[in-house]
């Protein structure tokens, strides 16, 4: 199991960690991505689900997402509907689909 962080995730982790499991989840994540492996990885997984890390950054990236959608309907909404139009409006929803 790889897993990749986001400095979101990782500051909110870090935020509630203690001072012990500080130190340990800077080191690991010091470390080459490819020696992110085992008990190091269960280990840092059930942190962040014990501090609710994972559920905090899926509420930031649900709010981005929002933004970006309003943003892209701000933009768009003026030109008529394509198969284009929907592909692009379908990649936001896609890419949260995907990664929860």
Same mark, same amino acid.
């Given at each position: 199991?790889? @897993? ?6 990782? !500051? ?6 203690? %001072? =012990?499991?500080?130190?340990? =989840?800077?080191?690991?994540?010091? #470390? %080459? ?12 997984? !059930?942190?962040? #689900?014990?501090?609710? #890390? =994972?559920?905090?950054?899926? !509420?930031?990236?649900?709010? @981005? ?7 892209? $309907?701000? @933009?768009?909404?003026?030109? %008529?509907? #394509?198969?284009?139009?929907?592909? +692009?409006? !379908?990649?936001? %929803?896609? +890419? @949260?689909?995907?990664? $929860?």
């Amino acid at each position: 199991m790889e @897993l990749i962080e986001g400095p979101t995730l990782r !500051e909110h982790l870090l935020t509630h960690a203690t %001072p =012990i499991e500080h130190a340990r =989840i800077t080191a690991f994540f010091a #470390s %080459p991505r490819a020696d992110r492996r085992g008990e190091a990885v269960r280990w840092m997984v !059930e942190r962040m #689900s014990q501090y609710g #890390s =994972i559920d905090y950054a899926q !509420e930031i990236a649900h709010g @981005l997402a929002g933004a970006a959608l309003h943003e892209f $309907s701000n @933009l768009f909404d003026r030109l %008529p509907d #394509s198969r284009d139009k929907d592909f +692009v409006a !379908e990649l936001v %929803p896609w +890419v @949260l689909a995907r990664t $929860s």
